[in-house]
């Protein structure tokens, strides 16, 4: 958990490091542009938390620190450049986030054993396209045009995530607490969905907003139905911290 922390504040730092000076021009108060901390300050800084968290997984096993090495390479590649193309951008930020399911699993990885292998890939590949919709609609906060059309098209998506883990359920690939979860998971979206309709701006920030926070129930989807409920409202208790700070915090 704590490498995963660390890959994650470096790719913040890098984010910003790479985008310094547009920055200047359109975020001139940002921590970078503004100098309140040099250029080269932060990449030492992201570079040792990005050294740390390879030190912190070697520790736990050779494929998390295989997988963490992958993690920061689609962490550089995304901020360096990918982040900036219409496909590539959010392609590479969903795989970021389906390298981090993986670096989680990684100390009990066991491809031997078919079912859990399928359980890992499920879960990791629904994160991957959740993360993926979410940044294609956070590009049509950017443009600010009407785009109905997209939208119905990006949380068709997200619905047939959702059928297929109703589907996983039914072939006993996942147990059935998981579906306990996945029922205000739906509810959720479809509010947002509700919301986001109109096109604007303004909603769609918003809907960015509850659709980030919404991953970690989407998490807890998948530990209910692999670990158990109890685990799986524990993992809601996560969303506390992200409600509250998103009140004073843009979140995008």
Excluded: C
């Excluded at 704590?2 to 310094?20: P, T």
């Excluded at 359109?26 to 300050?41: D, F, H, K, V, Y």
């Excluded at 900036?84 to 969903?94: C, E, L, N, R």
């Excluded at 066991?110 to 292998?117: A, K, Q, Y």
């Amino acid at each position: 958990m704590l490498s995963s922390i660390f890959l994650y504040v470096s790719g913040v730092i890098f984010n910003d490091f790479f985008d310094i000076e547009i920055d200047r021009k359109e975020r001139p108060s940002r921590p970078l542009p503004s100098g309140s901390i040099s250029a080269q300050r932060a990449k030492k800084i992201a570079i040792g938390l990005m050294t740390f968290a390879f030190i912190l997984s070697i520790t736990v096993s050779w494929s998390s620190f295989i997988i963490s090495v992958f993690l920061s390479g689609i962490i550089l590649a995304y901020n360096y450049g990918l982040k900036h193309g219409k496909i590539s951008g959010p392609i590479s930020m969903g795989s970021a986030r389906f390298l981090n399911v993986i670096l989680g699993a990684s100390p009990v990885i066991n491809f031997s054993l078919p079912t859990n292998s399928l359980q890992l890939i499920f879960a990791a590949a629904s994160v991957l396209t959740f993360v993926t919709v979410i940044a294609g609609f956070s590009r049509k906060e950017m443009s600010g045009i009407e785009v109905r059309r997209q939208i119905i098209f990006l949380f068709a998506v997200i619905y047939i995530i959702i059928l297929l883990i109703i589907i996983t359920n039914l072939l006993d690939l996942f147990m059935k607490w998981s579906l306990v979860i996945l029922v205000p998971f739906a509810i959720i979206i479809s509010i947002i969905f509700k919301q986001t309709l109109s096109g604007k701006s303004e909603a769609i920030q918003k809907g960015i907003k509850n659709m980030v926070i919404s991953i970690i129930i989407l998490d807890s989807v998948f530990i209910s139905g692999v670990s158990g409920l109890i685990y799986g409202i524990l993992t809601l208790l996560f969303l506390f911290p992200p409600i509250l700070l998103s009140r004073k915090l843009y979140v995008t």
